[in-house]
């Protein structure tokens, strides 16, 4: 009985594993050709008209000058948007990013350009509170909200804005890719980023579902976030990101996964830095979707397949094992294809030891819901998170359909918190 009940655990998982990879390239496929779709449709579309005529502001929390700040920012000061305002946000006055913006004023002194330095904290989450402090000083409203790290093209914000003309839509956010920066550490972070994550978004997207919101972007009109409850809604949550789009998923406002994909810094230079930086994103991943979480170990290919061989060695598990192997390898060359830069021929090699260290996290990020964010430590189950009241105003521009939803799959930006 016993041989029989581990041929058919091995087998399982082998299966699930397969399966998962098989569908992730599926669904990775899909979201190229949708993208490429709704760009060229987009250009075409009066929405598209409407949100290059339309002004913007621009958020950009900032808490220090970490590697690849200078370049990011700069990034958003080329816009081919006819009309934006750029918001750079601090709380220290001797904070090392003012001289990377005191920079980018001399350099673009026609931008619309402003530095906000206010140490006034609104809450556990520091991020939040410089939003809070920035938002008095935002002029237009439409808004768009970046982390510090994250670069773009010149056409990004007309391009992640337009959906915003539909007043149906909450939310605009997007995928994003990882640039390794100081080597091998890094580089095992872009593949988390890269290879697992924007994938898992994929597929969570082919299934229908829209319960996701990421600091890479999120696109939204001041109406919006106001029948989210404002900034101050989430001074207290680790998460903002997610529960932002949440929140406005609540009122009966659609999340539009656009078709840019931005890119961000990984940065981590040690297995320890790594280790503490991914931990913290499971963790915050964890807490908002637990169920969910608890299957996620059947997206990590190769151990899984290893598992399976162990325990169900034999020809009918081994050829599922090869199907599995070569769709996750698919999957990881069709993910570099995002990327700009050169990548080197090893890194394939680099997935089967990736994908060992991301189900090792995932079960230590099972023992605990401690999480160091920068020199905080926070943990990242004491949210209580509930729907904010609708003021009167906000009740009067509200969608009709403000009736709260929800759907079974979510997946909150893993680096919301940074």
């Not at 920012?73 to 081919?80: A, G, I, K, P, Y």
């Not at 903002?240 to 949440?246: K, M, P, Y």
């Not at 990590?300 to 162990?310: D, I, N, Q, R």
């Not at 401690?370 to 729907?387: F, P």
């Amino acid at each position: 009985m016993i041989p029989h009940l581990s041929i058919l655990i091995g087998t399982g998982l082998a299966a699930a594993a397969a399966g998962y990879a098989c569908f992730a390239v599926y669904a990775v496929l899909n979201g190229v050709r949708r993208a490429s779709d709704a760009a060229l449709q987009g250009l075409r579309s009066a929405a598209y008209i409407c949100a290059v005529s339309k002004p913007v502001s621009v958020l950009k929390p900032l808490c220090g000058n970490e590697p690849g700040l200078y370049d990011n920012l700069r990034s958003f000061c080329v816009q081919s948007h006819p009309a934006y305002q750029l918001l750079f946000g601090v709380r220290d006055a001797a904070d090392d990013a003012i001289a990377v913006v005191r920079r980018l004023q001399a350099e673009f002194p026609a931008v619309d350009m402003q530095l906000v330095t206010d140490p006034q904290v609104h809450g556990a989450n520091l991020k939040v509170s410089n939003l809070i402090n920035m938002l008095p000083h935002a002029r237009h409203d439409w808004l768009v909200l970046a982390d510090s790290d994250i670069g773009v093209s010149s056409d990004y914000l007309s391009r992640v804005t337009a959906p915003l003309a539909d007043p149906g839509v909450g939310v605009v956010t997007c995928l994003y890719r990882g640039v390794p920066r100081t080597g091998l550490w890094s580089r095992f972070g872009a593949l988390f980023i890269d290879d697992w994550f924007a994938p898992s978004v994929q597929v969570s997207h082919a299934f229908g579902s829209t319960r996701f919101s990421f600091g890479s972007t999120i696109a939204l009109r001041r109406d919006a976030l106001e029948a989210a409850g404002g900034f101050e809604a989430l001074n207290d949550i680790l998460a903002d990101d997610f529960w932002l789009g949440e929140f406005t998923r609540l009122r009966g406002l659609r999340t539009v996964l656009s078709d840019v994909v931005v890119t961000t810094d990984v940065t981590d230079n040690s297995l320890a830095g790594l280790w503490a930086h991914e931990l913290r994103w499971l963790r915050t991943i964890r807490a908002a979707e637990p169920a969910g979480f608890a299957f996620t170990f059947v997206t990590f290919t190769f151990p899984v397949l290893a598992v399976g061989l162990v325990l169900a060695h034999n020809a009918f598990c081994l050829g599922i094992s090869v199907i599995g192997a070569g769709a996750r390898l698919v999957l990881h060359y069709l993910q570099r294809q995002w990327r700009l830069e050169p990548t080197p021929a090893y890194e394939a090699m680099l997935v089967p030891l990736r994908e060992s260290l991301l189900l090792a996290e995932w079960a230590v990020s099972q023992t605990g819901s401690r999480v160091r964010w920068r020199n905080q430590i926070l943990d990242a189950t004491a949210e209580r998170v509930t729907l904010p009241p609708l003021s009167t105003q906000t009740l009067k521009n509200s969608s009709p359909n403000s009736s709260p939803t929800s759907s079974p799959n979510s997946f909150p930006n893993p680096d919301s918190a940074s």
